[in-house]
């Protein structure tokens, strides 16, 4: 990417940018369902450039709308959220979850024209804990996508928020580049200690995987591969992982079929992210299973720190640690070689590099090389789909046919050397388990034909 227009057009997502109506075009988890009680306080939505609220009403429903009364323009985070409808305190004027206007009472009756007067709202599902919300023009919302994890029972499913201080490409970027796995969270990790059949048993031997790439219907795909002895014969260790329209990614730090998974970075704006990670409660091995020693790796401690929840327009769901306190790099840690980094969460190691960047990666400072094949792929793939949008206004990939979510899985396995990439993905997902059926041992080798 050389193009300041590229860049522009990639980052940029408020109304009227490029990427910002394609991603309108699409649902968007964008607040926890537990974060809305019924007449309960509002709260404060940042998404896509636009400053929202968000409320449940008496009988249960989401409302996500513009925070300007359409009277004055005051804030509607002020409002009294009241009898199925928020209400403006400047002058009283009520707003059910359409955005309908309801009441007047500031209004003499025989003047009365609430029915002409709508607050700027858009339509809100509930699924999986979620409030999933449409941005787009149409007058009938898409059908919600197929993304696998979103579509289990929600006892099923974790769900996790993390926001970030970054554009949301820098942000996903991060999923979709597996070479950094082996220095930002494994540099310190001894090859010899890691016992057969660890989740890191090849990472961490061959620090530097080759790539095969492609564009999918759903987005870009993966495949990084090693050469690994196994039983005296060698076997490919494969690494696939997606990008998902408009902004999910899937992963490859979980066995193949029981690796159910999604992470969509929402843009709350140009520079800042919502993390929004879904995943299947299986039972696959993890990064943090013991090594030789009994210990587990070290800076895989389980979980970050959150500071409470603020009710201003970025302040949910943050990390303690951010550039204020340095990530709260422990120096002597990554001296003596305990942690690489010296950072002590994996996913706060990757929140670490990503925001060190800026608001927003300058990518004309860039030096892309060859592990940088996926970062490529998907800038390319992710603007041709806007952009092509932008000038056909035809629907763009997995809107109108959301299945096509369905065919994309992530994780790593090992593969006969004579298969093609493609077809040993393809035989994965044919014998991947379904999680409403019995999850299936995983398979640690694709034969060849």
């Not at 896509?48 to 009988?59: C, P, Q, V």
């Not at 059910?96 to 009472?105: A, F, I, L, N, Q």
């Not at 640690?321 to 996913?347: C, F, K, L, P, V």
Request: one cysteine or more; hydrophobic letters at 35%; charged letters at 25%.
């Amino acid at each position: 990417m050389k193009a300041a227009q590229d860049s522009e057009d990639l980052t940029r997502v408020g109304p009227g940018t490029v990427m910002g109506e394609f991603m309108r075009q699409y649902w968007i988890p964008a607040v926890m369902s537990g974060e809305l009680a019924a007449d309960g306080e509002p709260v404060r939505l940042a998404l896509l450039g636009e400053k929202l609220i968000a409320f449940r009403d008496t009988s249960g429903r989401v409302g996500v709308m513009d925070h300007r009364c359409p009277h004055r323009c005051a804030s509607l985070f002020l409002g009294r959220n009241e009898h199925d409808g928020i209400r403006c305190v400047y002058h009283g004027w009520k707003f059910d979850v359409t955005g309908r206007c309801v009441d007047m009472p500031s209004v003499p009756a025989h003047q009365d024209f609430k029915d002409r007067v709508r607050a700027k709202a858009y339509p809100a599902v509930e699924r999986n804990g979620l409030v999933w919300v449409y941005m787009g023009a149409r007058t009938e919302p898409p059908p919600l996508p197929m993304v696998e994890v979103s579509l289990l029972p929600s006892d099923q499913v974790d769900v996790v928020m993390t926001q970030r201080r970054c554009n949301w490409m820098q942000a996903l970027e991060g999923d979709i580049d597996t070479s950094h796995f082996g220095f930002l969270h494994v540099g310190h990790l001894d090859p010899s200690e890691v016992p057969p059949g660890h989740a890191l048993e090849h990472t961490a031997t061959d620090r530097a995987p080759q790539y095969h790439v492609r564009d999918t219907p759903w987005g870009t795909s993966y495949g990084a591969y090693r050469r690994v002895p196994a039983g005296g014969d060698e076997r490919i260790y494969w690494r696939f992982a997606n990008y998902m329209f408009p902004f999910w990614s899937q992963t490859p730090q979980g066995e193949f079929p029981l690796h159910v998974h999604a992470r969509a970075w929402v843009p709350m704006d140009d520079e800042h992210t919502m993390f929004v990670f879904l995943r299947w409660r299986s039972s696959m091995r993890n990064v943090r299973d013991p090594l030789k020693d009994g210990n587990t790796l070290g800076g895989s401690r389980p979980r970050a720190e959150y500071l409470p929840n603020t009710t201003d327009w970025t302040g949910r769901w943050r990390l303690k640690a951010d550039e204020s306190n340095d990530w709260m790099i422990d120096r002597e840690a990554q001296r003596t070689n305990r942690i690489y980094t010296g950072i002590d969460n994996i996913h706060l190691q990757d929140q670490a590099v990503t925001e060190s960047m800026g608001g927003i990666t300058d990518h004309a400072f860039e030096h892309l090389g060859p592990g940088d094949l996926m970062i490529a792929r998907t800038r390319r793939r992710a603007l041709q789909a806007a952009r092509s949008f932008r000038q056909t206004g035809a629907a763009p990939p997995g809107v109108d046919d959301p299945q096509v979510f369905l065919q994309s899985r992530s994780g790593y396995f090992l593969a006969d050397p004579a298969v093609d990439w493609t077809a040993a993905y393809d035989a994965q997902v044919a014998r991947a388990a379904r999680p409403a059926e019995a999850p299936p041992q995983a398979q640690e080798s694709v034969p060849a034909k």
